[in-house]
């Protein structure tokens, strides 16, 4: 079988863009479709995460404008970057999917399970949050000035261990076996296209601003029909756990799992363990 480490890079032409993607995995009534973090592309996926979900359903992953093997200039809004993945998906001729959004991916998500809920058949949020509202938590000022600094330098891995995981022993041990899969895709004639710097990762935070402290965006939650099940570690410090539980509350049917001794990169953390709980949620 194709893995995330060995499938070509794919491209389809999206409001005239050439937009990259990967599709791959076994047959499925519908495919999942992954949307990605901050300053995240293709090339920095975890591939036991990916092909551990591929073994039952077809996954498809890409490369948002401006980002990875893309054309085009990152949108510094989350709407915009909603309406890439919903015409990516028109291009491709795929009527309906399954999505799992990861940090801001999940605000992708949420916009997608409200703004077009006819080509949604089941959300996946991770370690993500809404709009400002009641109960919303923000993280803490030298959390955000973190992951937002040094942005024409791609992050280190010292930096994705304190942002991603939790610091236990254990929970870094596995941060840091991320971090090597993450570097495993070598394709012949595809250069790596890492982390995204630069004024695309600085229209990115623009976007995630804008997201969190619009209220619009946490009112339209009770907009969203379709099964939800929201994840998060049990301390995530990029987007506050207690959101996690802020949104399973204000979405009309989600679940919640929180994993212990994680943080916000919690499915990466345990990935077979996580597939494994997605594919009950997917098929359930």
Do not use: C
Request: aromatic share 8%.
């Amino acid at each position: 079988m194709t893995t995330l480490q060995t499938v070509p890079t794919s491209f389809v032409s999206v409001n005239g863009l050439k937009i990259a993607y990967r599709r791959f995995g076994a047959s499925s009534p519908l495919p999942l479709v992954y949307v990605n973090h901050l300053r995240g592309s293709m090339d920095t996926l975890d591939p036991l995460l990916f092909n551990t979900i591929a073994k039952s359903r077809e996954v498809i992953v890409y490369d948002s404008a401006g980002i990875g093997h893309s054309e085009g200039t990152v949108p510094d809004s989350i709407p915009e970057m909603a309406a890439i993945v919903v015409n990516l998906l028109t291009a491709l001729e795929i009527p309906k999917a399954d999505f799992i959004g990861f940090s801001m991916g999940g605000g992708i998500v949420q916009h997608i399970g409200y703004e077009y809920p006819q080509i949604v058949n089941k959300l996946v949020l991770a370690g993500t949050q809404p709009g400002i509202g009641e109960g919303v938590a923000l993280p803490p000022r030298e959390v955000l000035e973190s992951a937002g600094a040094n942005n024409d330098q791609p992050p280190t891995e010292d930096d994705m261990m304190n942002l991603f995981f939790y610091p236990s022993e254990t929970s870094l041990a596995l941060g840091h076996a991320w971090w090597k899969r993450i570097h495993e895709r070598n394709v012949e004639g595809e250069p790596r296209k890492a982390y995204l710097t630069g004024t695309g990762a600085q229209a990115q935070l623009a976007a995630i601003f804008k997201y969190t402290t619009d209220t619009s965006n946490f009112e339209r939650l009770a907009d969203i029909k379709a099964p939800v099940l929201v994840t998060n570690g049990h301390t995530d410090i990029m987007s506050p756990t207690s959101n996690s539980f802020v949104l399973q509350q204000n979405i009309a049917n989600a679940h919640l799992h929180l994993y212990p001794d994680a943080g916000h990169g919690h499915l990466f953390q345990v990935p077979e363990l996580y597939a494994k709980e997605l594919e009950l949620f997917l098929n359930n």
